[in-house]
């Protein structure tokens, strides 16, 4: 196709609770990561959005991404209502294939960052049985450690040393998009990055991962609160609440 190689710009965004989110489609998002470079893209739910309502650093790292995607379903619905723009959920596991997939073509360099070695060595298996001519460069799992010290040149030197054209970010919210904004001030890698949170225990059938039409009426949090009980307890039934709430005033406002 004569137009491939025409991307679109950075998308437009629209404001929910405090933070600038794209308008965007999980085929936009992967596009830019393929072909352009030095993108970094942050996957939002409503924790996220909540977290950033009530810290303003945190806010304005998240809004320093050149990409905010609507991962969460209330995120895009609030999107959709707000600003009647027809906006659905851009899926961070969906993301992650359909980006492979697509820079398959174009021998697109792939590198992992956090989790457990026995969880990436598992994820990676699982994509190069679907994806058999992958082009994976390396990967890392350090210690649980600050963001601060997980930039350290010991930690980022095998991406310096193998420049992957997307880096692949597993090490939670906020401390993924932390990370990486860290690496964008600090380091010139010409490299794409992306904060994929659970993605990779998904991918390797660690965890379970909601089916679509669960995920699609607003329930896929249900599913991990159900595996992960106490680590996620108020992320959801807190934070979720919080959003409905803060959506709320801004629809009044609005």
Same mark, same amino acid.
């Given at each position: ?6 991307? %679109? ?17 999980? !085929? ?42 609507? !991962? ?18 851009? !899926? ?15 021998? %697109? ?42 930039? !350290? ?15 692949? %970010? ?85």
């Amino acid at each position: 196709d004569i137009f491939i190689y025409i991307i %679109v710009s950075i998308m437009d965004s629209v404001r929910i609770l405090k933070t600038e989110m794209s308008v965007t489609n999980i !085929d936009d998002v992967a596009k830019n990561l393929v072909f352009k470079n030095k993108i970094s893209v942050a996957i939002c739910n409503a924790n996220t959005l909540v977290r950033c309502y009530k810290d303003k650093e945190l806010n304005n790292t998240i809004n320093s991404f050149d990409i905010r995607c609507p !991962d969460g379903f209330p995120v895009a619905k609030a999107s959709k209502i707000l600003y009647k723009n027809n906006q659905k959920r851009v !899926d961070g596991y969906k993301l992650f294939l359909q980006t492979i997939e697509r820079g398959l073509s174009n021998n %697109v360099s792939h590198y992992f960052f956090g989790n457990t070695e026995e969880i990436v060595l598992k994820m990676v298996e699982t994509i190069k049985t679907k994806y058999p001519n992958v082009n994976i460069k390396g990967f890392t799992c350090p210690p649980n450690l600050s963001y601060e010290e997980l930039s !350290d040149d010991k930690y980022i030197y095998d991406i310096n040393t193998k420049n992957p054209d997307i880096l692949w %970010v597993s090490l939670g919210f906020p401390k993924q998009e932390k990370f990486i904004n860290l690496i964008k001030k600090n380091n010139s890698m010409n490299i794409n990055m992306v904060g994929v949170g659970a993605v990779f225990e998904w991918v390797a059938g660690t965890k379970i991962k909601a089916p679509e039409w669960l995920a699609n009426i607003g329930l896929e949090w249900l599913i991990r609160l159900i595996q992960e009980p106490k680590r996620l307890f108020r992320r959801y039934l807190v934070d979720n609440f919080l959003f409905i709430i803060y959506f709320i005033k801004q629809y009044i406002r609005n």
